[in-house]
T-cell receptor
Framework: SQTIHQWPATLVQPVGSPLSLECTVE??????LYWYRQAAGRGLQLLFY??????ISSEVPQNLSASRPQDRQFILSSKKLLLSDSGFYLC????????????FGSGTQLSVL | AQTVTQSQPEMSVQEAETVTLSCTYD???????LFWYKQPPSRQMILVIR??????QNATENRFSVNFQKAAKSFSLKISDSQLGDAAMYFC???????????????FGQGTTLQVKP
C-alpha cells in the first residue's frame, strides 16, 4: 500500500536560518507531488507541485523553493527564513488523474522566531 | 484562475442534528471535480466526499451528501445525524479536468470550522 512520510513534525527556527523539509512516498511510482501551506486557522495554499523528477512548478512568489531529486522525494527549502514563513506545511501525492484524491502527509508545524 | 470560497468561517450544530456547509467556486471550465476534506484536531486531511462535474446526481457517503448546483457554481455539504467526531475544519476543493491543466492539483477554500454540541 502507498504511504507518505513527512518530517520533522515540529520545527522552530530563527529568522534568517535555512530550511529543509523532506517528504517521501512509498508504494507508487511517478506520483504527482505537492507542497501546501496552512496559516493558523486558514485554508491550504498550494506552494509547489511536481509532475516528474526535476520538474517544479511554483504557484506563488515566495521565499521558498522546492526540488525533486528522486521520483518519490520532494524537498521544500529556504536559504533564509522570514517570520511570514511560519505555518503548517503539508506534503501530498496523487496520481494526477480525475477524481482520485490526494494523499496527505502528517504535516510540519514551522515556527519562525 | 479558479477560486473556491467558503463564506462561513465557523458553524455549530447540535449532536444528531443536520448542518449544511456552503462552498462556491469560480471557473470557466466545463469539466472538473469537487471535493470536501475534513481536518480534525489531529490535522490529518481526510477525504469526505467527491463529485464529478459531469454527473448530475449528487454524491452521497453515508451521513454525508452534497448539493451540487453547476449553473450556480455551488457545492454545499450536508452532514446528517451529526456526531461529536464530526467536529473539524472542513475544506471545499476544486480540481480541473482539462487537458493541459490536468496537473491534479487541488485548489482549496478557506475552510469552515464545525463545532458539534452534545
Amino acid at each position: 500500500s502507498q504511504t507518505i512520510h513527512q518530517w520533522p513534525a515540529t520545527l522552530v527556527q530563527p529568522v534568517g536560518s535555512p530550511l529543509s523539509l523532506e517528504c517521501t512516498v512509498e508504494g507508487t511510482s511517478n506520483p504527482n507531488l505537492y507542497w501546501y501551506r496552512q496559516a493558523a486557522g486558514r485554508g491550504l495554499q498550494l506552494l509547489f507541485y511536481s509532475v516528474g523528477i526535476g520538474q517544479i512548478s511554483s504557484e506563488v512568489p515566495q521565499n521558498l523553493s522546492a526540488s525533486r531529486p528522486q521520483d518519490r522525494q520532494f524537498i521544500l527549502s529556504s536559504k533564509k527564513l522570514l517570520l511570514s514563513d511560519s505555518g503548517f506545511y503539508l506534503c501530498a501525492w496523487g496520481s494526477g488523474t480525475g477524481h482520485e484524491k490526494l494523499f496527505f502527509g502528517s504535516g510540519t508545524q514551522l515556527s519562525v522566531l | 484562475a479558479q477560486t473556491v470560497t467558503q463564506s462561513q468561517p465557523e458553524m455549530s450544530v447540535q449532536e444528531a442534528e443536520t448542518v449544511t456547509l456552503s462552498c462556491t467556486y469560480d471557473t470557466s471550465e466545463s469539466d472538473y471535480y469537487l471535493f470536501w476534506y475534513k481536518q480534525p484536531p489531529s490535522r490529518q486531511m481526510i477525504l469526505v466526499i467527491r463529485q464529478e462535474a459531469y454527473k448530475q446526481q449528487n454524491a452521497t457517503e453515508n451521513r454525508f451528501s452534497v448539493n451540487f448546483q453547476k449553473a450556480a457554481k455551488s457545492f454545499s455539504l450536508k452532514i446528517s445525524d451529526s456526531q461529536l467526531g464530526d467536529a473539524a475544519m472542513y475544506f471545499c476543493a476544486y480540481r480541473s479536468a482539462m487537458g493541459s491543466s490536468n496537473t491534479g492539483k487541488l485548489i482549496f477554500g478557506q475552510g469552515t470550522t464545525l463545532q458539534v454540541k452534545p
